[in-house]
Antibody, heavy 127, light 107 residues
Framework: EVQLVESGGGLVQPGGSLRLSCAAS????????MSWVRQAPGRGLEWLAN????????YYLDSVKGRFTISRDNAKNSLYLQMKSLRAEDTAVYYC????????????????????WGQGTLVTVSS | AIQMTQSPSSLSASVGDRVTITCRAS??????LGWYQQKPGNAPKLLIY???SLQSGVPSRFSGSGSGTDFTLTISSLQPEDFATYYC?????????FGQGTKVEIK
């Protein structure tokens, strides 16, 4: 069974930093792209970042580029999101997700569409 | 970034009703679209991928259609457990973008 468990959320002051972790199990972690998605209280979903299987390619939402860094440790089956210069508008539940892999006419297609999600971890940026 | 316009933003329906939610992309996205269901306090759940493919384990009353810019999620006969918020997501290019959501409420 695929399991993703986020941790590291909490209360942080504006301008502060936080590192989120996501522990993966139930699948071959190194075989999948992974993403972070967040949801501000009472709001919709917002994709933040994505990292390829070997960590060689990373993509970010413009509004977090330079402040957030996605990384992974395939030996530890773990995904990370380092966040700095946090703002009140970064207050949200942060989800890690495994991206969907499909097979089309025998060809493996990796997508940037989250398939399995963790339960989320709440980050509150407030003084 | 590609904008996804989802409608309606909310709807009221009864058990057994047929429900349709639409999503329009600001540019063509082939069939690189998925639909998610989210219940309060829970993570989103993938229902449909590639615009019309049913995710494993999802009831067949859910279906998706469309290609290019216009997409539809249909629930053929609404069940009590279907009351939730639904989101579309385009993953044609970076950054993937979600629609603003459709809340399906009990009438």
């Amino acid at each position: 069974e695929v399991q993703l468990v986020e941790s590291g959320g909490g209360l942080v002051q504006p301008g502060g930093s936080l590192r989120l972790s996501c522990a993966a199990s139930g699948f071959t972690f190194s075989g999948y792209c992974m993403s972070w998605v967040r949801q501000a209280p009472g709001r919709g979903l917002e994709w933040l970042a994505n990292i390829k299987q070997d960590g060689s390619e990373k993509y970010y939402l413009d509004s977090v580029k330079g402040r957030f860094t996605i990384s992974r440790d395939n030996a530890k089956n773990s995904l990370y999101l380092q966040m700095k210069s946090l703002r009140a508008e970064d207050t949200a539940v942060y989800y890690c997700a495994r991206d969907l892999v499909t097979i089309v006419r025998g060809v493996i297609i990796t997508t940037i569409q989250p398939e399995y999600w963790g339960q989320g971890t709440l980050v509150t940026v407030s003084s | 970034a590609i904008q996804m316009t989802q409608s309606p933003s909310s709807l009221s329906a009864s058990v057994g009703d047929r429900v349709t939610i639409t999503c329009r992309a600001s540019q063509g996205i082939r069939n690189d679209l998925g639909w998610y269901q989210q219940k309060p306090g829970n993570a989103p759940k993938l229902l449909i991928y590639a615009a019309s493919s049913l995710q494993s384990g999802v009831p067949s009353r859910f279906s998706g259609s469309g290609s290019g810019t216009d997409f539809t999620l249909t629930i053929s006969s609404l069940q009590p457990e279907d009351f939730a918020t639904y989101y579309c997501l385009q993953h044609y290019n970076y950054p993937p973008t979600f629609g603003q959501g459709t809340k399906v409420e009990i009438k």
